[in-house]
């Protein structure tokens, strides 16, 4: 399996109401400092329906700038329509990160 689509798998198993951080996703690829290289990965995600990529905050739990399906305020609500509380376009990972 092509580190793209174990990046899209992983996508899958994150639960409703729950986010997974870009280095979190690097880190289950084997090394943290892929974070940027799932940003692109994400950032050309074929099916967002299928492969959630919304779930996806930074290690601040700080939402995507350029979040590439339809910008910042789409992945605000999206994430809110899951039961996820965004203050300031940021997460609270304590409480929300798988």
Do not use: W
Not at 11 to 29: F, N
Not at 63 to 83: C, T, Y
């Amino acid at each position: 399996m092509s580190m793209k689509q174990k990046v899209y798998e992983y996508l899958t198993a994150v639960p409703k109401g729950k986010v997974v951080t870009y280095s979190q996703i690097a880190e289950y690829l084997g090394n943290k400092k892929l974070a940027r290289a799932v940003g692109n990965i994400l950032h050309n995600n074929p099916d967002p329906e299928k492969y959630p990529c919304y779930k996806v905050v930074n290690s601040k739990g700080r939402l995507a700038e350029n979040f590439g399906d339809g910008g910042i305020e789409v992945q605000k609500s999206r994430l809110e329509k899951d039961g996820i509380e965004v203050v300031d376009y940021k997460v609270d990972l304590g409480k929300y990160q798988m």
